[in-house]
């Protein structure tokens, strides 16, 4: 039956269209202005510009571009092999081992989740640095040593400062992966006489093949888009990555777009790289299936005696990498100017900088700033993702395969890229954003798109055809179906979105860092310049306050959970 011109002007057909404008434009205008402008001669708007390879050569012909990728792919390598053996351990002992304790340590491995990223990084510099760092004046002390024997300002220190933030990823897709794999291999295994150690290297290990390396490739990807650990200690430290070289190319005078353009773009080729990668392992993952309809339930391995020093192991590595950095960004916020933790300093402890950070110019607008994207930009985004979701999962229309692949796309721009596209998109089109909170709202939106179309997409799938035709055939609008039918069901997945897009939103600084002017600073923002300006006791007041609005929406996101969960058994 041919479409009439009237059907194209329903509210659904207007809804999906909107929505596939918007994801096009969110994903593909950003990429290819920013390849564009890479290669012009002459800044944004010059009239007089001609294409040219001149800031690729200038970047490429640099000898210290070769020492960019070489600190680069070891910070992440390095990253990912901290935070791989770090989380897949952990998981292994909570989803498969009689450990003592084992669920308060589960608890205890999504604690630095809630831990802004340069705050954890502050916390291991007032730990581990050579000067000041609490952990090395104990072992100078302790050991009698001339000078300190370990140093943050190293590549070694910038990995252990973000891989011990940055496992609980692993964890979580671990603990799901042992959780799920059917125990008939293993015990088969056992029965032939296999150690505990053996079956573990020998079977184990092979069927978790799949998720480990997707594990992997999310922290390659993550690692070489970081910033907060190569800004605060890289730069200092003068090891420079491929983050930490683009943001100085921004902030030296004047800022040289060309040469923070072709860095991006290389950086973005790397990235994409990456996530070709992930998608071909997790679309691969059917040859690695071990569960069916058959009812199991994983094998706890009895660990003997041994499983006492398993839970002192996890106990002591939770003080270190948990306890002691969340300890000294509280001893700093009560001390006046900050100094080593002592029983001579007990005295000047106070409240004082909790007050001044309070007082201080910039925080209100900050906080102000903050709260306003923390509650919209989730909004929005699941909102628009939900629909999205609907067009790739329920809709009929040709080509939805490619609008999910473009709604993924965004996940290949690491932060400080997506910022380094942004400002070329909003200096080139006519749009009066640039400067305003709502330049950060599209990059938020851009860059939580993806994983926000994962939360939306699994729950949507779960819904039954049945009760959209079922609205339909009682006269009512696909509009008024979608938001009376398809969003109370689409509930759980989409406060699960929004709290996690919320909480990444309050500590985001990657791309904040490159789009923000005066009066659009935010938390993580006024962080950073208190620590490039040494106020590190009011810094660390004002990380305790963004630690407390995070444990209150992880709280929040607990209890609605739990709600949710009541509602749907009943």
């Not at 081992?97 to 916390?123: D, E, R, W, Y």
């Not at 590549?155 to 609980?168: S, T």
């Not at 053996?198 to 390396?213: C, K, N, Q, S």
């Not at 609907?390 to 809709?395: E, F, G, L």
Request: net charge positive; charged share 10%; aromatic share 14%.
């Amino acid at each position: 039956m041919r479409m009439k011109l009237k059907d194209f002007f329903t509210v659904k057909s207007l809804v999906m269209a909107g929505c596939v404008s918007i994801v096009v434009y969110l994903a593909l205008v950003p990429l290819l202005i920013l390849l564009f402008n890479s290669f012009r001669s002459a800044p944004i708007g010059a009239p007089d510009a001609h294409f040219t390879l001149s800031h690729y050569l200038e970047a490429y012909l640099d000898p210290e571009y070769y020492y960019l990728w070489k600190n680069t792919l070891l910070f992440a390598l390095g990253r990912c092999l901290l935070t791989g053996f770090v989380g897949t351990t952990l998981a292994w002992i909570y989803e498969r081992t009689n450990t003592p304790f084992k669920k308060a340590f589960a608890v205890m491995a999504l604690i630095p989740f809630v831990i802004p990223g340069i705050l954890s990084t502050v916390s291991w510099i007032l730990l581990l640095s050579p000067k000041i760092g609490l952990i090395n004046l104990f072992l100078i002390k302790l050991f009698h040593l001339e000078k300190a024997p370990i140093t943050i300002y190293s590549l070694y220190g910038m990995v252990l400062a973000d891989g011990f933030h940055h496992y609980p990823l692993v964890f979580l897709m671990m603990a799901a992966a042992f959780r799920s794999m059917d125990m008939a291999l293993e015990e088969s295994a056992t029965m032939s006489g296999s150690g505990t150690l053996t079956t573990f290297y020998r079977v184990t290990l092979p069927l978790m093949r799949p998720a480990f390396l997707a594990a992997m490739v999310i922290q390659f990807i993550r690692g070489i888009e970081a910033f907060s650990a190569p800004a605060l200690i890289g730069i200092p430290a003068g090891i420079e990555v491929f983050t930490s070289k683009i943001y100085l190319a921004l902030h030296r005078f004047p800022p040289d777009l060309g040469l923070a353009g072709a860095l991006a773009v290389t950086l973005l080729c790397v990235s994409t790289l990456g996530v070709y990668l992930y998608r071909r392992l997790t679309g691969d993952q059917e040859r690695f299936a071990t569960v069916s309809g058959k009812a199991f339930r994983p094998r706890v391995i009895d660990l003997g005696k041994l499983k006492y020093l398993v839970s002192i192991g996890c106990l002591l590595f939770f003080t270190v990498t948990i306890a002691l950095p969340v300890f000294m960004i509280f001893w700093g916020s009560l001390v006046p100017f900050y100094e080593i933790p002592s029983l001579a300093a007990l005295s000047t402890l106070s409240f004082k900088n909790y007050a001044f950070v309070l007082k201080y110019p910039l925080t209100a607008q900050a906080f102000r700033n903050s709260v306003f994207l923390m509650l919209i930009v989730p909004t929005i985004t699941m909102i628009f993702t939900s629909i999205v979701a609907w067009i790739i999962v329920k809709s009929k229309v040709k080509g939805r395969g490619i609008l999910d692949a473009l709604a993924f796309i965004p996940i290949a721009f690491p932060g400080i890229v997506l910022g380094v596209a942004l400002i070329y998109v909003y200096l080139t089109l006519p749009i009066p954003v640039y400067g305003t909170l709502w330049i950060l709202i599209i990059a938020y939106v851009t860059k939580m798109m993806p994983m926000a179309s994962r939360f939306t997409t699994a729950t949507i799938i779960q819904i039954q055809d049945e009760l959209e035709e079922a609205s339909a055939l009682s006269g009512a609008t696909w509009f008024r179906t979608f938001f009376k039918i398809v969003m109370p069901l689409l509930v759980p997945g989409f406060m699960a979105g929004w709290i996690y897009v919320a909480m990444v939103a309050l500590r985001e600084l990657s791309t904040s860092i490159l789009l923000y002017s005066s009066g659009t600073e935010v938390l993580s923002i006024l962080i950073f310049d208190l620590w490039e300006g040494g106020q590190y006791s009011p810094l660390c007041a004002l990380g305790i306050y963004m630690i407390i609005i995070l444990v209150l929406l992880a709280l929040v996101a607990n209890k609605v959970g739990a709600k949710i969960g009541i509602k749907r058994v009943n």
